[in-house]
């Protein structure tokens, strides 16, 4: 019997219903509806009663001080059982406190700001064990403080973000300096429209802790008067911190951070060496892994002159982006804060991905920028970018954590295993695609027409105010009111976050 035969001895043929032309309309509707119950963002898809409680629960300082509390205790629990050994680098900084050697000669690597506020710390008592204590408390601090900005800022979103991505970075965060320029980045960008002065002297102050921040200052320039505000007070700022550390350790101190970078091999966690890294874990004849006299493991054999020359070319790329931004600025009457705040995300992670001397800490410098974004993403566009690049700065703090300290024996040990390397490959391309998708948006709406006339648009100065009365009232029933109104019918001019 042939199969045709076959087919209709068992039946009819079968029939399909047609295509549906509405499906990708009610797809999208309904898509419009689920985030409208979070966004409240007026597009006449109300939510339900239960969700309006639901939110007005969210709202509450203690619900976000328990949340705070529990990812905080998880994370110290997973610290005190297994990574005390990350304190290590606060040691470091102690030994070379308590050094009897002169300024010029005392954590060379470090800009002298850094110096000072290690020093400070030296009040509470110079034992190690009271050091690290006080040098954790005031890093933790600092993560408090951010986590209030944004609950008075009046975005969910953003501190939810901000409490998961430190849970997935792990502990790290309290026993490195980087959550000090990392948190005056992220309130510099929360800052960037409503306060411009601070911002400026904010991203100088970064500048003044890590050198890298310098670079921010880039997409805040301008002919808006907001953007002559952030520059002055950049400069001045910037000028000020740099005449005190001359003075106290005259023109090599000064420099000696540069030069100490610049000197350094490549970092085996650096997205330039994760290809030898990947080569060392299939065949790890022909490349060592060693501490260097910088600090830091390195990677050396062949092909590591290559790569560090990779690096400082997109490196210069990264420069020549962020000079190629002050001209977009000047030519552009005014920048919203959303695409301001996504620039300055862009340049952290072009930063990333160039530097040969990446270490697990340095991802804080891109945790608080992007909750910065989330925070002020007022379009469905933005929102969107930000969402998703949230959603991969939350992978990519876990991978890091993997990285280091859970794997990072099996990665640098003298016999490394494949499926451990796996993981800070994963996490540098990770950040390599990231790196791409931040910067193809951030040009996409740098030179898009419409850029040249959207300014501080209606739904901007709307948040603002809200934000504004958010910050007076603190942690009190008026927030919560204000909160909950998020989700009344939007009024032309307003939106719901």
């Known amino acids: 019997m042939s199969a045709a035969a076959g087919r209709h001895a068992s039946g009819p043929e079968p029939t399909f219903p047609a295509p549906d032309p ?27 009663v239960w969700w309006r409680h639901v939110r007005r629960a969210l709202g ?30 606060v040691n470091y900084y102690l030994w070379w406190l308590n050094h009897d050697v002169g300024i010029t000669e005392r954590l060379v690597e470090y ?24 040098f954790g408390l005031a890093m933790a601090a600092l993560d408090a403080a951010f986590c209030v900005l944004l609950w008075r800022r009046g975005t969910l979103r953003a501190l939810l973000f901000w409490n998961a ?33 601070v911002s400026g002297a904010l991203v100088a102050l970064g500048a003044g802790l890590k050198l890298w921040p310098a670079m ?81 493991f390195e990677i050396f054999g062949p092909g590591t002159d290559a790569w560090m020359r990779f690096s400082d070319v997109v490196m210069a ?23 301001l705040a996504l620039a300055m995300t862009s340049i952290v992670l072009f930063m990333l991905v160039a530097n040969k001397t990446l270490s697990p800490q340095y991802l804080l410098w891109l945790g608080t920028p992007v909750a910065a974004l989330l925070a002020l993403a007022h379009t469905h566009t933005m929102r969107a970018r930000a969402h998703l690049l949230a959603a991969l700065t939350l992978f990519a703090a876990f991978l890091t954590q993997q990285v280091y300290p859970v794997f990072y024996g099996q990665i640098i040990g ?24 931040a910067t193809v948006w951030t040009w996409a709406d740098l ?23 958010l910050f007076e009232v603190g942690f009190d029933a008026a927030a919560l009111k204000q909160i909950d109104r998020l989700d009344e019918p939007a009024r032309p001019g307003r939106r719901g976050d």
């Open 22 to 48: 509405d499906a990708g309309q009610r797809a999208a509707s309904w898509w419009r509806t689920a985030t409208s119950w979070w966004t409240g963002d007026g597009h006449g898809h109300q939510p339900p």
């Open 111 to 134: 800009p002298l700001p850094v110096v000072w506020l290690l020093d400070s710390l030296r009040v509470f008592g110079n034992d190690q064990n009271t050091y690290q204590l006080a």
């Open 414 to 437: 003298a016999i490394p295993t494949v499926k451990h390397t796996g993981v800070l490959v994963a996490r540098n391309a990770l950040l390599l695609v990231m790196a791409v998708i």
């Open 447 to 469: 030179t898009a027409e419409r850029a040249a006339g959207r300014h501080d648009t209606p739904d901007e100065v709307a948040d603002d105010d809200l934000s504004d009365e």
């Open 317 to 339: 790329l990264a420069v020549l982006s962020a000079a190629c931004m002050v001209v977009v600025v000047f030519v552009r009457k005014q920048l919203p804060a959303d695409l």
């Open 165 to 197: 991505f430190v849970t997935f970075f792990g502990a790290l965060i309290w026993f490195r300096y980087d959550m000090a320029p990392a948190f005056v980045v992220g309130v510099a960008a929360l800052l960037v429209t409503r306060h411009p002065r």
């Open 60 to 89: 509450a300082a203690w619900v976000w001080i328990l949340l705070f509390l529990l990812s905080r205790a998880w994370v110290l629990r997973e610290w005190y059982d297994k990574y005390q050994f990350i304190r290590s680098d």
């Open 216 to 296: 921010l200052i880039a997409p805040l320039m301008g002919r808006s008067r907001a953007a002559v505000l952030r520059t002055v007070w950049f400069a001045v700022t910037g000028a000020a911190l740099a005449g005190l550390a001359f003075l106290h350790g005259g023109w090599q101190r000064l420099i000696s951070p540069l030069t100490w970078q610049s000197d350094r091999g490549l970092q085996v966690e650096s997205v330039p060496a994760t290809w030898l890294m990947w080569q060392r874990s299939r065949d790890p004849r022909g490349w060592t892994v060693e501490m260097s006299k910088y600090n830091a």
